[in-house]
């Protein structure tokens, strides 16, 4: 017993000194190196007494702690040049609950939030840069984002409507927020490293964002600019490729169960798609290129459509399935894979986790739906982008299909990691 108090007691020491180095680094005029330590130390000690004498006396000691900080402004505004920020003070604050929260709370998510005050502290220049960059559209994304996750999503009901049983609105539109996010962490990446972003960056971000509107962008830029195709195709494979890793990233969110018999197949075809983007990238002997400007993925009119698409693959999925059994599955993904190749992994993935598919059939369904994507993506290029470039995909995409075609047909059905 007496261990667990001195190691709580060390952790609670250890994360004021954190904070109060940082603060000391940066000449806080409040609290440094020995008054952060001490906060935190007093508010595990409150918490301490506060089991024998209850809870009124950490209450009582945030009043203390917040009397302190406030006679420290006072004495602060008396100086010619006062700092009227108030980080310091509410960083003071913070560590007194953090440092009560030790004792009667759980100590790694105390010390997770111990570290992340430290490090928010520290990146104050970086994220002042951050916020200088975000401009009215940057800020309408981030608000829709909200409506989108933390105002529509809550008061969707969360039961099952319709043929089949198929259609939980809250659930399709959970799926709706995944997608957005993943579009929207993409987004604000290609926003802090601006339009010269390179050929690699502009292709992972492109995967990221979506990788068939990086190639319908790169595409139309051939069109004006023929000594760009090479560095066109490059990104516009990277892209793909990273739309791939994104596909196994949404199985393993929604139906992480599965990960051991679905993951290595599909694993298969990245490691193909990277060997061929590696040797296509370093034999490259254009310069990078600009990023075109990408548009905002929180758009509420873009999640509405996906989510209805989903909701009719989910719908089509099920249909398919009862009149044409698991081979109806197979003619859904190669439809569905043409417009949106989420909308087909995240049913799939869905039908796996409940066991309503099995995994090797579901692994199945996905890669043919992946792969008519990229069919579909070098037919755009073939519309909108200038032969030499439709040469370059056709060979790289070639490639890859010839690759996941074999997978699907020699793929052993019982193989797991």
Not at 88 to 113: H, I, K
Not at 161 to 183: A, D, F, K, S, T
Not at 318 to 346: H, N, P
């Amino acid at each position: 017993m007496e261990q667990d108090l001195f190691q709580t007691l060390a952790i609670s020491l250890g994360l004021g000194l954190l904070v109060g180095l940082q603060r000391q680094h940066t000449n806080a005029k409040i609290a440094g190196i020995r008054t952060f330590p001490l906060i935190t130390l007093f508010g595990s000690i409150a918490a301490l007494l506060a089991q024998d004498f209850g809870g009124w006396i950490i209450g009582a000691g945030m009043l203390a702690t917040a009397a302190i900080v406030v006679a420290a402004n006072l004495l602060k505004r008396q100086e010619q040049q006062p700092d009227v920020g108030q980080t310091t003070e509410a960083a003071a604050l913070l560590m007194y609950a953090l440092g009560a929260y030790l004792v009667l709370g759980n100590t790694t998510v105390a010390v997770a939030l111990g570290a992340t005050v430290a490090v928010l502290l520290h990146l104050k220049e970086t994220l002042h840069r951050i916020v200088a960059r975000i401009g009215q559209q940057d800020l309408t994304a981030i608000m829709q984002f909200v409506v989108i996750s933390l105002v529509i999503l809550p008061v969707l009901p969360d039961r099952t409507y319709g043929p089949y049983e198929v259609l939980n609105p809250h659930n399709i539109w959970l799926m709706v927020v995944l997608i957005v996010g993943i579009g929207l962490l993409g987004y604000f990446i290609y926003k802090i490293f601006g339009s010269k972003a390179g050929t690699f960056l502009g292709g992972v971000l492109g995967g990221l964002i979506s990788s068939t509107a990086t190639t319908v962008s790169y595409a139309r830029r051939t069109k004006s600019s023929k000594g760009s195709s090479q560095l066109a195709a490059i990104v516009i494979f990277i892209a793909s490729t990273v739309a791939f890793l994104r596909i196994l990233a949404e199985i393993l969110i929604v139906a992480p169960s599965t990960i051991p018999q679905v993951a290595p197949p599909l694993l298969a075809v990245v490691a193909l798609m990277c060997v061929t983007g590696l040797v296509a990238y370093f034999t490259n002997k254009e310069e990078s290129d600009h990023m075109p400007e990408q548009e905002n993925p929180a758009q509420l009119k873009a999640a509405l459509v996906f989510g209805a698409l989903y909701g009719l693959i989910l719908l089509g999925t099920a249909a398919a399935r009862d009149y044409f059994g698991e081979s109806g599955l197979y003619i859904v993904a190669v439809i569905s894979g043409l417009t949106d190749v989420d909308a087909i992994t995240l049913s799939t993935s869905r039908l796996m986790s409940v066991g309503s598919l099995p995994s090797d059939s579901g692994w199945r369904v996905i890669l043919v739906a992946a792969l008519s994507n990229i069919a579909f993506k070098g037919a755009l290029v073939g519309f909108l982008g200038n032969k030499g470039l439709l040469a370059k995909i056709a060979l790289l995409f070639g490639i890859v299909l010839l690759g996941g075609v074999l997978v699907l047909w020699w793929w052993p059905t019982d193989f797991t990691l």
